[in-house]
């Protein structure tokens, strides 16, 4: 096969698999991608990760720890998805904790209330849900399933954060109504940069759509989005932080304004606000785990052994 070939047996809706051929173009594109989702579902433990003690009763925090315990399975999902392509899970890692592997920027700005667990259940996994319903139906067989899985469970992740949003909105006294608007105002404009850059200035976006491992664009995916949400706010009472923002009756979507990409490109470069402190943690919890790696390694060794006399 060669690639026009590979691209006409993709656009026939095919699933690729692992012991197919493809072109390197594709495998490359695939194991970045694939490594910095499952980057993003380890990292993003660690925002909320700290509010499992704090959060204000029994339930909820029963319920975060499920969902960060979910985080930590769609991690495992995704890495042993990469290494179908021939990548092993300690290269992923080494290149996250060095720097050259990136994960999603969201992941690097603080959780300073109860609110922003809220904010980050309804709009950072809302956006999530978004992209990822799509990558249901990407080209790349053990990708695709790993990500039917995932979405249910982040549909649900999104259900819980915006239960906290209508708890604290609509149950809630003028200090946590506040505090809710306040989350809002910080985590808009981050979940829209989630969908990555404007079509216009995203390098891999149009040939990833030809592989049918992406099947919107960014700007498509950011219109659904946004459209999505609006009207969950409007119920909610919020305001949305965005002058610019009105429905265009022609498009029949929602006008909003223009993103930050100053801010986003600093993100990604490291120069966020918990850049630092979010791969100081990974590293340590890498280091710290180093025994139970070892453990493990030899207890799998010990039992082939036996296995091995037996025969």
Request: glycine share 6%; proline share 4%.
């Amino acid at each position: 096969m060669n690639n026009d070939a590979f691209v006409a047996y993709v656009a026939a809706e095919n699933k690729v698999e692992a012991k197919d051929w493809m072109p390197d173009g594709y495998r490359k594109t695939l194991i970045r991608q694939i490594a910095q989702h499952a980057h993003s579902e380890v990292v993003g433990m660690l925002p909320e990760g700290n509010w499992i003690t704090r959060a204000p009763s029994l339930r909820r925090k029963a319920i975060l720890l499920s969902k960060v315990q979910d985080e930590a399975g769609h991690g495992l999902y995704l890495y042993c998805a990469a290494e179908t392509l021939g990548v092993d899970r300690d290269t992923l890692i080494n290149e996250l904790h060095i720097g050259k592997a990136k994960y999603s920027s969201i992941f690097n700005y603080p959780t300073i209330s109860w609110a922003d667990i809220g904010a980050i259940g309804w709009l950072v996994d809302g956006s999530a849900i978004v992209n990822q319903v799509s990558l249901q139906r990407t080209s790349y067989g053990p990708y695709s399933r790993a990500m039917v899985k995932i979405c249910k469970e982040e549909s649900f992740h999104q259900r819980q954060g915006y239960e906290i949003m209508i708890a604290l909105c609509k149950h809630g006294n003028a200090a946590q109504k506040k505090m809710a608007q306040d989350a809002f105002n910080r985590w808009w404009w981050p979940s829209l940069m989630m969908f990555g850059p404007s079509d216009a200035h995203s390098p891999n976006s149009a040939q990833s759509m030809e592989w049918r491992i992406k099947r919107h664009s960014n700007d498509e995916l950011r219109q659904k989005m946004v459209d999505m949400t609006v009207p969950q706010a409007e119920y909610l009472g919020l305001t949305i932080p965005d002058p610019h923002l009105k429905w265009n009756e022609e498009r029949g979507h929602y006008d909003f304004g223009e993103i930050d990409w100053t801010e986003f490109n600093e993100v990604v470069k490291g120069n966020g606000p918990c850049n630092k402190e979010r791969l100081n943690a990974r590293k340590k919890a890498y280091d710290d785990g180093a025994w139970v790696r070892e453990a493990a390694s030899a207890y799998a060794a010990k039992k082939l052994k036996r296995a091995v006399d037996a025969a």
